[in-house]
């Protein structure tokens, strides 16, 4: 798992700044509220304001209840249609579990089908690119531990078959605690919580590392909910492989992290350092926020040490 300052840099902050259980054993699902009872406080938008880079993108969401799916479009702002490119398709079954995802940029397709159990669990996920033919497979087994459940992961390679493993271990209220990438290359990566918060993540191995801190803003008297991410990935939003699924962010890694740009518990600032055989560095953003009456955010500023950009939200 090598680093350089390109991929950091490419992966880590331009692309967001460039474009926005059975339970305890069998799921850890939280008990939230169905897409249908929610849509009339989600965002209708998302608007993207590189500053920067001086250019505006706009993403047009359109929920179909009865078919059990988001499609989330770029608007090409020149006409009055709100719904010009498809950028992505989320499809749901009864249950609220995500068990399609579409990406595209209107040339390329690439489509992700998650198979599930009878308890909803991920089977397997196949990814599949329009272009190339081909499909790529994750399979997932389930190992329970107290309040912990490890989530272990192969991942079959289309190109050559080859197996990447990696063994992600949560507790009941979703948090991440670790993911161990066995191989020749293995990596632990280490995530630590404060309030049930993400305040540290990281990895390191020999003399290269990676840690990152985050901390969060927390507005009076209590901290409004942001549905917005955990409607779109749906019941099991928190899986990794599932948050790759998502571009609202305003940090991602993947496979690694991804801090959603509607996280619930609405990101103040984050800061990493990072060390490989080739490169080393650190950079770090910070967020500040606007809320309408009803403790949805309708702005999110985001400073780094090289980009400046916002995300315009409307419902």
């Not at 505006?56 to 020149?78: C, F, G, K, L, P």
């Not at 020749?184 to 630590?192: E, N, S």
């Amino acid at each position: 798992m090598r680093l350089n300052l390109s991929r950091i840099l490419s992966v880590c902050l331009l692309f967001p700044l460039l474009i926005a259980c059975q339970k305890q054993i069998d799921s850890l699902e939280e008990e939230i509220e169905q897409p249908e009872e929610v849509l009339k406080l989600l965002p209708r938008q998302f608007v993207l304001n590189h500053f920067t880079d001086n250019y505006i993108e706009v993403w047009s969401m359109q929920y179909d209840s009865a078919n059990r799916r988001i499609n989330v479009y770029y608007d090409d702002t020149t006409n009055a249609n709100p719904y010009d490119v498809l950028k992505a398709s989320y499809q749901f079954n009864a249950a609220g579990y995500l068990v399609k995802y579409i990406n595209s940029d209107g040339i390329d397709e690439e489509v992700s089908i998650i198979s599930r159990d009878a308890n909803n669990r991920i089977k397997f996920i196949t990814n599949a690119d329009a272009n190339l033919g081909e499909i790529d497979t994750s399979f997932y087994t389930y190992e329970a531990n107290g309040a912990q459940v490890k989530h272990s992961v192969e991942r079959r390679a289309y190109w050559d078959q080859t197996i990447v493993k990696r063994i992600d271990t949560y507790v009941y209220n979703n948090n991440v605690l670790q993911s161990l990438r066995p191989g020749i290359d293995g990596v632990d990566i280490l995530y630590q919580y404060q309030q049930n918060k993400l305040a540290n993540a990281g990895w390191s191995r020999g003399t290269d590392f990676f840690t990152m801190s985050m901390t969060y803003q927390t507005p009076e008297p209590v901290e409004p909910r942001d549905l917005f991410m955990e409607l779109i990935l749906g019941k099991d939003h928190f899986v990794q492989d599932i948050q790759d699924m998502y571009f609202f962010f305003v940090f991602r890694d993947s496979e690694f992290l991804t801090l959603s740009a509607s996280d619930p518990h609405h990101i103040n600032s984050f800061s990493f350092v990072y060390k490989s055989d080739t490169d080393e560095g650190s950079d770090g953003t910070d967020c500040t926020y606007e809320f309408n009456e009803k403790g949805q955010p309708i702005a999110i500023f985001m400073q780094s040490e090289e980009y400046t950009a916002q995300y315009l939200i409307r419902y």
